[in-house]
């Protein structure tokens, strides 16, 4: 008998027991919500025509899956992106606070670190996601991308070593990330420009993503003076403009309203107190899901 004959639970019950880990595998391996849910609701459809009696273990089994479809979905992705307008990021997320309390698991959604595993090919970023940050053993990744233990092995040596090559070296805690954020949110709202410089390090990076679809930089906007100059221009103004404290991948990050629409969400990497990236999602195809009322994301492992 199966664990999930044993427990007596039904397809419905074992998928919605996991539903929260499986969106997340599929949002790190795609770094999109809106294709994350499809990715999940492929599974769903799989999982349902599946003999329970067969399935020993329903997690490593769903995980498997969703892997499975989600890197179908990301080679097709790739083909896609290498036509984007500008830069791309990472649709944003709404997350609960508790998230930022699971260091390892919010670092892994920071857009920070998915734009680091965007550099990965599709095959390095499952392996990656899996064994890093998920802790799935070795064999079964390996039946998850159709390698061998041996294989997997050798590609998540060489993804781990490509991703700290990579990764910010940043470490700070939630409070000193709200400190910096809620400062530059102060300084932004009045209109106070000295706080607003005082908020950003010299070598500051802003990056923006309007998709050709809103305005924004084609190339990353390096240093302080510019970047003041581009949040300037870009940042809404007149008419009923909200700027908000918001968690967004779960880390403190900002939205603003202009008129009661969902016009831009920032998300800031923070080192020594200061902003040392800016990362802006106006791209209104990529705001969807956080201009609505849905809620938080819960995101497990």
């Keep these: 008998m199966t664990p999930a004959q044993s427990h007596g639970q039904s397809h419905a019950e074992l998928f919605a027991t996991y539903r929260n880990l499986l969106f997340t595998v599929a949002y790190e391996l795609l770094g ?23 399935v020993h273990d329903p997690r490593a089994y769903l995980v ?49 670190m998915l734009l680091v595993l965007e550099t990965l090919t599709p095959t390095e970023r499952a392996v990656f996601v899996l064994r890093e940050v998920f802790d799935v053993p070795y064999d079964e990744i390996a039946a998850a991308v159709d390698r061998s233990p041996a294989a997997v092995r050798q590609v998540a040596h060489r993804a781990r070593g490509h991703v700290e090559a990579r990764r910010p070296r940043v470490s700070v805690s939630r409070s000193e990330q709200r400190a910096v954020v809620d400062r530059f949110l102060a300084a932004a709202a009045t209109g106070d420009l000295a706080s607003l410089v005082e908020a950003l390090a010299p070598d500051v990076v802003l990056t923006s993503d309007g998709g050709g679809l809103r305005s924004a930089a084609r190339r990353p906007v390096l240093g302080r003076d510019r970047v003041l100059r581009f949040l300037l221009g870009v940042v809404p103004s007149g008419g009923d403009v909200r700027m908000e404290p918001v968690d967004l991948n779960g880390a403190p990050g900002l939205r603003f309203v202009v008129d009661g629409v969902l016009d831009t969400v920032a998300t800031l990497l923070v080192e020594d107190g200061a902003v040392t990236g800016i990362y802006l999602v106006r791209n209104p195809e990529k705001l969807q899901r956080l201009g609505h009322p849905v809620g938080p994301v819960v995101l497990a492992r």
Excluded at 68 to 87: F, W
């Design 64 to 112: 498997r899956v969703v892997t499975r479809q989600g890197l179908n979905r990301l080679r097709a992705l790739a083909r896609r992106r290498e036509s984007y307008v500008g830069p791309w990021l990472p649709e944003p997320l709404l997350t609960v606070p508790d998230v930022a309390e699971d260091v390892e698991l919010a670092d892994s959604v920071s857009t920070a």
């Design 32 to 54: 999109s919500a809106a294709d994350a849910e499809d990715v999940v609701q492929e599974s769903w459809l799989r999982w349902a025509e599946v003999d329970l009696a067969e």
